[in-house]
């Protein structure tokens, strides 16, 4: 898996106090094809939930993937450590990167 244009995958804030900020974003440099999914998973790698971005992007801007502290359904997750994996591809290559949240309550 290689290195491509777009820029590393930042998580703020990290840690996430959850009374303070309801939310963890999740920031990235797209480039012209690219394609984002994020997996966060408990440390045990029980899945969370799925974020997806805005489909196929076309420029090479920042752009944010946001995640509301729930799970698939709905419901807030537990303080604790999770492990977001996100997958970018585009239509020549792909990478693969993983950030440790911590979320507290």
């Known amino acids: 898996v290689s290195v491509m244009g777009g820029g590393a995958l930042e998580v703020l804030p990290n840690p996430v106090y959850a009374d303070r900020s309801p939310n963890c974003e ?20 029980e899945q969370v939930c799925t974020l997806s971005g805005e489909g196929i992007y076309t420029d090479a801007e920042m752009h944010s993937v946001i995640w509301d ?26 990478r693969i990167e993983r950030r440790k949240i911590m979320v507290i309550h």
């Open 26 to 45: 999740f920031s990235f440099r797209s480039e012209p094809g690219l394609e984002i999914a994020i997996d966060v998973y408990t440390m045990a790698l």
């Open 69 to 94: 502290l729930a799970n698939e359904a709905g419901l807030r997750v537990a303080s604790g450590v999770y492990l977001a994996v996100a997958r970018f591809t585009t239509p020549t290559d792909e």
